[in-house]
């Protein structure tokens, strides 16, 4: 059934910001609205849609909403995203109307190009206002632009900005107040005759050239330090090195910088577990706080530390504008497995977990390059992984030194990820190979933005952002799971004269029996099958279970003592290394699953994507058990 | 119109015309004209949009290790990462420097 939609315009009036990609946009929406932003979708399709309101209109009792709309090129989409900024002028989007005035965001130090946008805005006859962006930068490379011979030749109101700087929006804010909207209508009447929108790029380029020419301005001034950058950054094998080198650092640090953090929080746990085992009289609620809440939540949140500075390196990369240039190298190799530079994006967002990655996928114009993206990126090694990883690795990998400087289980843990990465490729390489669609000619025409030195606020906001997502995971699905599984390894309790610990009798015992029987072939016991179980609703839970399962098994011992040294007694190294094996492919998280059903509008999808990884997942366990018991003989 | 006399100028002196696809690294060339293959006519557009549009400054500032493939050029002031086959629909002339 196809679901009517209700065409509901809130009051007030609408502002929308329009620019090309990598134009300050963003940072002077952020300028605009303060912290009064709302992050939605928008109706029927999943792209983000950013409003907010204007902070400080005058008069006070003005409501004015803004709109952030994805950037775009021109009015003519090749992009889901694109399509949205082009709809919303139009006057045709779902669930939101046109707006009264478009203010079209210019890079100033790229006048050439953004103008052809505003010519474009300016046919579809709504009022508009260009908002000169970046200024600083332009004057600080010789580029004079007079704003008033500006606004005569396009013959739109121009005022200049800086987004990057704390009162940078204000000459706009105070042109936006200086209007008076016809809100009492609420909405824009739709013009008899349709807007002039036929695409005349080449018209339109003579006329920015024209304008250019008057104002003294078509002279190019390139940005000579990112160039002086790209020669190294781009270069076929420096360029290759670095990215090589700045991927492997990446990974070393995950391990090495988080060791004494890491220490820190497990002694706090460690202390918190032994308090209250110390106050409190033995009854159910100690072993629900000490056995359930505190050994499993302890042992998930202990990897922050490793989420954090993975997600360092990550958005660093992402403000400096190095990921285009590292999609662009990696371009060649990926299109070797019938997808372009554009899916690296993505994927490496996959790296801290496949749900940003698989929306980051919107930005993949091709729609079949899009699917096989948002198919493989449960692949990549998502942060919560990293726990289950660094648990096994940390119990049954040695730590040395290799050649003098590498830590040899960051290693394994390359390898890993490494392993994820192949599997990926793998996929990719049989879709292409077995789709007529993987062999058409699909176009990259990606842009390597100028350099920006990434700003601490905006790493510290990324960071602190991603942190809290992450606290609300642990405090919210991961306690719930980690309570109920406390229950179901505690009831029914041991009968009277039994010998075996308490977990064995319960429910929990029951279902890893029954799990066992299945997971045998690959070496799992059944400890690791229960476990399993609320892992699929987050991978990092499984951890955490491991922890409940093997604190209630150890019949009254220390049980908030770490994990580690437990499983590395009790498991062979065979079943370590199937359960690491198991974790790089298995489909272990629903959420993803979710995500990747709203991504793509049906249960295919996501069905076929479980499927799939829980097949390769038991094949990879299967082989690495069976290879890893023949070599141990 | 300066563009038009550009465009003009290449095509009837008989000016050497080459494809993007060929040109020597960091020398400076200008658009001039933008034809796509038969099998994606959308190109086109997609390149205009991004500036590829006749007269404008156009120079190949680096390429892929393998094959060539993907190239990155300088377009006006813009970088953008294209591949042979979309370099291939763009014609270019060099620009002669005056002393």
């Given at each position: 059934m196809k679901k009517s939609v209700i065409h509901f315009h809130p009051q007030g009036t609408l502002i929308a910001l329009v620019g090309n990609p990598n134009c300050g946009k963003s940072a002077l929406f952020n300028l605009l609205t303060g912290s009064s932003q709302k992050v939605a979708n928008y109706a029927g399709v999943t792209v983000e849609r950013k409003e907010g309101l204007l902070t400080a209109s005058v008069p006070a009792a003005r409501a004015i909403r803004v709109l952030d709309l994805p950037g775009a090129y021109s009015l003519n989409p090749r992009s889901p995203d694109e399509k949205v900024t082009t709809d919303v002028l139009y006057g045709r989007a779902l669930g939101e109307r046109q707006p009264d005035l478009v203010v079209v965001v210019v890079d100033a130090t790229n006048l050439r190009r953004t103008l052809r946008l505003v010519l474009a805005v300016k046919r579809l006859g709504i009022p508009c206002v260009v908002a000169l962006n970046m200024t600083d930068v332009a004057e600080s490379r010789g580029i004079h632009v007079d704003v008033n011979a500006l606004s005569q030749a396009l013959a739109v109101p121009v005022v200049t900005t800086i987004g990057v700087k704390a009162d940078g929006e204000a000459a706009l804010r105070t042109f936006i107040n200086a209007q008076t909207f016809d809100s009492a209508t609420g909405n824009v009447t739709p013009a008899n005759s349709p807007p002039n929108t036929s695409v005349n790029t080449a018209g339109d380029h003579q006329t920015i050239q024209l304008i250019l020419h008057q104002l003294g301005l078509d002279k190019l001034v390139p940005h000579t330090t990112s160039d002086q950058i790209d020669r190294v950054v781009l270069h076929p094998l420096w360029g290759s090195m670095l990215l090589l080198a700045i991927l492997f650092l990446m990974f070393q640090a995950v391990f090495s910088w988080a060791a004494v953090p890491m220490e820190a929080i497990k002694f706090a746990t460690g202390w918190l577990a032994e308090v209250v085992t110390n106050n409190m009289a033995d009854h159910w609620v100690r072993s629900l706080i000490v056995d359930g809440i505190v050994a499993g939540l302890g042992g998930v949140i202990v990897f922050l530390p490793q989420i954090l500075i993975l997600f360092f390196f990550i958005l660093v990369l992402e403000e400096s504008g190095y990921l285009p240039r590292a999609a662009f190298l990696l371009d060649r190799l990926m299109g070797s497995v019938?997808?372009?530079?554009?899916?690296f994006i993505p994927l490496l967002s996959s790296f801290a977990c496949a749900i940003p990655g698989i929306m980051a996928a919107r930005t993949i114009a091709n729609p079949r390059d899009r699917i096989v993206t948002i198919m493989i990126a449960p692949l990549m090694t998502c942060s919560a992984r990293l726990p289950v990883y660094a648990l096994l690795i940390g119990a049954f990998i040695a730590e040395r030194e290799v050649a003098g400087i590498f830590s040899f289980q960051g290693l394994v843990l390359f390898t890993l990820y490494l392993a994820g990465i192949f599997g990926a490729m793998a996929v990719a390489w049989c879709l292409k190979t077995f789709t007529?669609?993987?062999?058409l000619p699909r176009p990259l025409m990606m842009e390597l933005p100028n350099y920006h030195w990434p700003t601490v606020r905006g790493i510290a906001i990324g960071l602190w952002q991603r942190a809290l997502i992450f606290i609300k995971r642990v405090g919210g699905i991961i306690l719930l799971l980690t309570i109920l599984l406390w229950f179901l390894a505690s009831v029914p309790g041991p009968p009277d004269g039994a010998t075996g610990a308490a977990i064995e009798y319960s429910l929990a015992g029951t279902i890893g029996r029954v799990l066992a029987v299945i997971f045998a072939p690959i070496g799992f016991n059944w400890q690791i099958c229960i476990a399993l179980v609320p892992g699929m609703a987050a991978r990092e839970v499984a951890v955490a279970s491991l922890g409940t399962v093997y604190a209630l098994s150890a019949a009254g011992s220390d049980t908030a003592a770490a994990l580690s040294p437990l499983i590395a007694n009790q498991w062979s190294l065979a079943t370590a290394l199937s359960l690491l094996a198991w974790f790089v492919f298995a489909p272990q998280c629903l959420s993803t699953l979710a995500t990747v059903k709203r991504e793509t509008g049906g249960w295919k999808m996501p069905l076929l994507m479980a499927g799939y990884l829980f097949a390769l997942a038991y094949l990879a366990s299967f082989v690495t058990y069976r290879v890893a018991i023949y070599f141990s003989q | 119109m300066r563009t038009k006399l550009i465009y003009n100028t290449a095509m009837e002196n008989n000016v050497k015309t080459r494809l993007l696809s060929e040109v020597t690294l960091n020398t400076l060339h200008r658009v001039v004209e933008v034809i796509a293959p038969p099998s994606s006519p959308e190109w086109t557009s997609l390149l205009q949009e991004i500036g590829f549009l006749p007269g404008e400054q156009v120079a190949v500032s680096a390429v892929g290790?393998?094959?060539?493939?993907p190239l990155v050029v300088k377009i006006g002031v813009s970088s953008f990462a294209i591949r042979l086959a979309e370099a291939r629909c763009i014609t270019v002339t060099p620009i002669i420097h005056q002393a």
């Open positions: 019938g997808l372009s530079g554009r899916s007529r669609s993987g062999r | 290790m393998f094959g060539g493939d």
